[in-house]
């Protein structure tokens, strides 16, 4: 694996991640949110990551790359989706709500704040883990420039 090659997992990783953090992000500012452009209560949205693939030769490059332990050596997360989690929010009783309807029930985003807390962390985490992983390969190209010399 090159530098770069490796470089450019880190990165798509964190590219990935900052990507889930703002969905997150904006799931929690818009967990009270009752009225959206589109009508109707706000929805969840999260993110679905892939492989990120380069070429027609790369499943070919990772199936001969295959461990005897059945993993393979693959590079890189890529977005392939943002989904809208279409669940129905809960419906509470407020009839002065302006969004009420006629039966005087509103109905609120499906965002559940824990969970989304959590994701959040778990977002967090994976972050830190490929910026790790970006600084541990910038730190191994310089002890190779700097044996080099």
Excluded: C
């Excluded at 059945?70 to 009839?95: F, H, I, N």
């Amino acid at each position: 694996m090159s530098f770069w090659n490796s470089l450019r997992i880190g990165l798509s990783g964190l590219t990935a991640q900052r990507m889930r953090l703002d969905l997150i992000s904006n799931n929690i500012a818009n967990a009270q949110t009752t009225r959206t452009e589109k009508g109707g209560a706000y929805q969840r949205q999260d993110v679905v990551f892939l492989p990120e693939e380069q070429n027609d030769f790369l499943p070919k490059l990772v199936a001969a790359r295959r461990r005897q332990d059945g993993t393979s050596l693959q590079g890189g997360v890529k977005v392939a989706e943002v989904t809208t989690d279409t669940e129905v929010g809960p419906r509470v009783y407020d009839p002065t709500h302006p969004d009420a309807d006629a039966e005087g029930f509103v109905t609120l985003p499906n965002v559940d704040i824990v969970v989304e807390m959590t994701n959040m962390l778990s977002a967090t985490r994976s972050y830190e883990a490929n910026l790790a992983s970006v600084e541990a390969s910038k730190r191994m190209a310089l002890k190779a420039l700097e044996i080099g010399r």
